[in-house]
């Protein structure tokens, strides 16, 4: 019961790492991306990556870019 909550509370690293692999080589918008991360609400997911990463989903894209 305390992981679940803890888990609801926070990005666990397997999410985190997919969210960023993701962002950089797909074109799915950060509203797919959070829905395949298993997020509801968009909104929490940036929140927490932004909490994660020190930065917004749509910023970490554009910085991390891979180009073809």
Do not use: T, W
Request: aromatic share 8%; hydrophobic share 30%.
């Amino acid at each position: 019961l305390h992981l679940l909550s803890r888990r609801q509370r926070q990005m666990c690293i397997r999410d985190r790492i997919r969210a960023k692999m993701l962002l950089v080589r797909s074109d799915f918008d950060v509203g797919e991306i959070s829905m395949q991360c298993g997020y509801r609400n968009v909104e929490n997911f940036c929140r927490q990556f932004k909490k994660h990463e020190g930065c917004s989903p749509s910023h970490y894209r554009k910085e991390h870019l891979v180009q073809p």
